[in-house]
């Protein structure tokens, strides 16, 4: 090297002294050259690392995506690399540009040295920061399991609580309260139409002793594949495979993790064995109960239940009750109190039968009510397997009263397994295929039509509510009867959807609706002779293969469904199928779609979560399409030009987490479709679209974007699919926006916007406002501040601010010039507040201005010069806090500041803050999570701990000046007394050196009635627990070193004796990773 040479040579010349100094003074001077030796080699390096990240990012994406998918939560480590990623992009670009422009200057004979030098040295240092942040990418796992689906949210119909509903209920919690392992299987039996299952419901929705809760519904055809998956979906994770064993002994081990875990499997007609299935009980697994629901004593005992419960006929007082409240019946009307006694007999016993006929009786006159007590005395029985008398009678007196569109959707919801759910969507397009409503030719105005259809067969109990929002089903008995109902007045369909009979052997000459979903059909006929089918329904099948002329007799089709099997290609038949009016194609490994096109009917086309690479061109020729979803097709490369743009009737367009090279004007090449098809398309009411180009944000474009409902457009971001119905995801947002951009942010509900880097506040954006927003998500924007001044009375109805890895960002709330309550933010339930190093204070000016009862949730991370969160004119606002969390905030001392000037002045004075007891603040606070606030010396005054009496989590780790957890103040030593903390449940202290009490005032041990976890990790200092024999008469774990449990101090020797069996050691505390 030529600079080893030049140092080499004078040390040859200069003493062993001179040397020294000599070589101390080049080394300095070698390595500034170095950089402009190296220029080219380092800009190099630092472009193949740039393309390594974004390989990188890419593949972390899918990962997470498909983590997602699964329902798994998504480690904070991971969305941190994510954010931190945008930040690395963003200084990638800058530093590209900058190397472009120097470049472009430069010519041989003039080279800028100086600037050479400066970008070889940055892009030198950028790249060791980049392969450092690569290397951080190598993650032990992308995700947690989810947090478990709760039962709890599953709807559930209006509950009368008759005394006969209440007895059952008490019974039941009284067996699950009781820790007695003998109670392992609770068997509840009664007639069908009881109402077990919205018993069941009920029981869920009360304080029972489970961290877990699973509500399976087993049926007539149990199926042990779909139980197993059923069960996994509420432990949030997958069950690969279909060997039944394997399954079993996943779920069986996953189980077990649950300490205590409810298992509901309700409707059994049959034994089901719970091997077979993987549920583990009594000796096996000592904290798991099972309560089976079934219409027969027998199949209980079958199932080796260990207690029962019978569900009994109503009693005549209860009939009475629940017959006036479904029928809307005033008190004190004698006329139609002798009407219902006699109604009410004429129905029996079932709370089913009775809730159908009153429902159907409701506001009626008096004189329809006796027309039903004459035409249900004298109707001839009709005799339904299975089904009691009544129950049959009164859906068919039900069913009469209904018009003909509701009729029509009941059948419809036949067509679907008992333990299916069925979608308003679904439901929307049945009423467009079957043209429910002839007059109406829009998509959207049949679903305004259909939706209160629907909800009034729910009120009448003729469907049921799903378990899911908007999802609605059938009673298993209600579709017998409505399905003998319908081929007795000539509507000839099988339905045999769930049963697992394959193809049916019958003739199916006259069937018009055929569903054959979830029915282990492996292979699909030659050539079916169904002449008059209209609707065929095939999903959830395994079939591979579709017979070439399978489609030759079947013309009539308006309605197919092949969703969720395993085709790869359409039969060449499939062009018989001129009347088709809906095909649902969606995830199905179909990669060619070519011959979808010239059908003139066809209005709704779902190839969402298909293999296709290119659509078809044909497409374009399908010119009555409403509705197309290409959604979740990862190998969509190509969509056309011109074919978009030729679907004038198009109402509905999904294309998120799919196809994004949309060309724009001004770049367009020819080889993709452009935004400007999508904006031709005038009817179009739902978008749903990701844009990988920027430049569309800059482009007007006219079109329907004052006519879209709902929409979802994600512009060079990650594609979000849990946003609600109206949002927008945009990259790189300036203050110079297009007015198409400008019409929708006006509307936007959920807004998130990435790498903004030319808007100081959200207040630049150039609309009139945010009225309708509720959501807002910033990150890696540099912005100054979010809110000025003038911008809250556009942000009203605000629930949501979640604002990461904003390095400029000096202060989230500017108050200041604020009068009155203009502020606001009287609907702000979340602030999430994460890698903010510069933000000095969260709220600037007047805190009176400030409306915060409504926040239940705020975490603030990475927040590095916040000293303290809230004054004490806002902390005694945050009446309904329930969930607090800080992390990593280095300089944080306290939580609520002392001072009232100091957090509202962003500055700060050393004093001593536990001389004076704070007034009562959050006092609906469940947890509180502190770690790695250096600074923090205790986290509770006496008086603060007394009046959290909600509060049940408290964990504080990682807090290397942490003294105590509840300090007692001299002023505070009156008020002493046992009962701090009623309802706290886990007490979690880790990493804490420094600590040396839980508590420090004058009693010995607290009471913590409710305690049931300790954990003590890494507290060397700590000698003592404020407990004794009477203490925490809950509690069942304590994690802690068995060195260190060994040398604490008791004030009685019998406390040690107690907290030891308890003791475990073998523990690895997730929380703080979270």
Known sequence: MPCGWVLSTLSNTAGSGLSCILERLWNPVERQIIYLVRYGSNIGAFRERARDLEAKKTDVLRFVKDAEDRGEEIKAEVRNWQVQTIQYEMDVELLEEKIQKSEGRCHTWHLDWRKRHQLSRVATKKTVEIIEHIRLSNFESISFPARSADVRSIPTPEFVPLKSALEVIKSVMKLLKDNSISINIIGVYGSGGIGKTTLMKQVMKQEIPFDKVIFVRVTQTPDVKRVQDEIARFLNTELEGDVEVLRAAFLSERLKRQKRVLIILDDLWGKLDLAVVGIPYGEEHKGCKIILTSRFKEVCDEMESTNYVQVEELTDEDRLILFKKKAGLPEGTKAFDRAAEEVVR??????????????????????????????????????????????????????????????????????????????????????????????????????????????????????????????????????????????????????????????????????????????????????????????????????????????????????????????????????????????HLENTHLNDASLIREFGELEVLILKGSRIVELPNGIGTVSNLKLLDLSNNLFLQVIPPNVISKLSQLEELYVGNSFGDWEVEETANGQNARFSEVASLTRLTVLYIHVSNTKVLSVDFDGPWTNLKRFRVCVNDDYWEIAPKRSMHLKNLSNSIASWVKLLLEKTEYLTLTRSSNLQDIGEIDVQGFTGLMCMHLRACSMQRIFHSNFYPTVQILEELHVEYCYSLKEVFCLEDIEGEQAGLKRLRELVLVGLPKVLTIWKGNHSVVYLKTLKLMKVKDCGKLRYLFSRTLAEGLGNLEDLSILKCDLMEEIVSVDEAEVEQGAAQERNVSSAPQPMFFPNLKKLLIGKCNKMKRVLSLTNAHNLKQLEELTVASCNHMERIITVSDEEKAAENKNVLPKLKILALEDLPELDSVYNGEIAALRWPSLEELKVWDCPKLMKLPLDTRSAPKLETFKAHSAWFEKLQWNEGYSKLRLQPLLNENFKDEEMRR
């Not at 509701?406 to 919801?413: D, E, N, R, Y």
């Not at 998509?443 to 609605?472: K, Y």
């Not at 002329?549 to 197919?560: D, W």
């Open 346 to 583: 004429q129905c029996g016993k079932l709370p089913n039968a009775i809730v159908i006929i009153g429902t159907a009786l409701r506001h009626k006159p008096v004189r329809e009510w006796n027309e039903a007590i004459k035409r249900k005395k004298a109707s001839t029985p009709i005799n339904v397997e299975g089904i009691p008398e009544e129950v049959v009678l009164c859906v068919a007196l039900g069913y009469d009263q209904l018009e003909t569109v509701a009729k029509s959707c009941l059948q419809f919801s036949c067509l679907f397994p008992p333990y299916y759910s069925v979608s308003m969507e679904e439901f929307v397009i049945h009423g467009l295929v079957d043209r429910l409503f002839p007059q109406v030719g829009l998509l959207g105005e049949v679903g305004n039509r259909v939706h209160p259809v629907v909800l009034r067969l729910i009120s009448s109990s003729l469907l049921l509510e799903g378990d899911r929002e908007s999802c609605f089903r059938i009673h298993d008995d209600t579709r017998k009867v409505v399905k003998y109902i319908a081929a007795r007045e000539g509507d000839h369909f099988i339905a045999e959807p769930g049963m697992k009979k394959g193809w049916p052997r019958e003739d199916l000459q006259n069937c018009e609706k055929l569903s054959l979903m979830d029915g282990n059909v492996t292979a699909l006929p030659d050539q079916p002779k169904c002449p008059r089918l209209t609707t065929l329904f095939l999903q959830n099948n395994p079939f591979a293969d579709i017979p070439n002329a399978f489609f030759e007799h079947t013309r009539e089709i308006k309605n197919l469904d092949l969703s969720s099997t395993n085709i790869s290609s359409l039969a060449p038949s499939l062009p018989c199928l001129e009347k088709l009016r809906s095909l």
